[in-house]
């Protein structure tokens, strides 16, 4: 709510991308769970099949489909729970599919992207209480007019700062780390 309030306030849009680490020690595998409802609706690209709609069906990477040998209609189970693969595909942001964003050398067989509705992971995994490590990133698009972009940028960090919510001193050495992708939009790590 407060990311979203001081976007309004500086003339940034918020998109957040929900990402969850999930790790199977009995397996060995680390499974990467978009929720494809945090994604823009254009960008998940279903190479073969169809996107997810019920609580038990899912999207998996294509390298680990080729890998492991699945197939549209396949049966997976993840942890306690079975899934039916719907679709086979990726978005851009799972370009180099890798579930360690820390080892940029991914292990496809074992580290499969699996895309699923908010409410699926959330009834399954969530209140199941599995153990997940929350990666979600938040993005942000300036929608002000070129020249204001580095002013809108700073008062951005200041709403965000704790000087600015605790009514401290300002100190613009903000802990918030910002990538440039072009001239508008950021990725907020």
Do not use: C
């Amino acid at each position: 709510m407060q990311n979203e309030l001081a976007g309004i306030a500086t003339n940034f849009k918020l998109t957040t991308r929900r990402e969850f680490i999930l790790t199977n020690f009995a397996s060995n595998f680390n499974y990467r769970f978009v929720n494809i409802d945090s994604l823009n609706p254009h960008s998940l690209k279903i190479i073969q099949g169809t996107s997810p709609d019920a609580s038990n069906q899912i999207v998996i990477s294509p390298q680990f489909a080729k890998l492991r040998g699945y197939n549209i209609g396949d049966k997976i189970k993840i942890t306690n729970f079975n899934f039916m693969i719907t679709g086979i595909g990726g978005d851009n942001w799972t370009v180099l599919p890798s579930t360690n964003q820390l080892n940029p050398i991914p292990n496809y067989a074992n580290e499969p992207i699996v895309f699923l509705k908010n409410w699926v992971f959330f009834d399954n995994f969530l209140q199941n209480k599995q153990i997940v490590k929350d990666i979600s990133s938040v993005y942000l698009t300036h929608q002000g007019t070129k020249n204001k972009l580095e002013k809108d940028l700073t008062n951005y960090k200041t709403l965000l700062s704790d000087s600015f919510l605790l009514k401290k001193p300002l100190n613009l050495n903000i802990p918030i780390k910002m990538e440039k992708y072009n001239s508008s939009d950021f990725l907020i790590l």
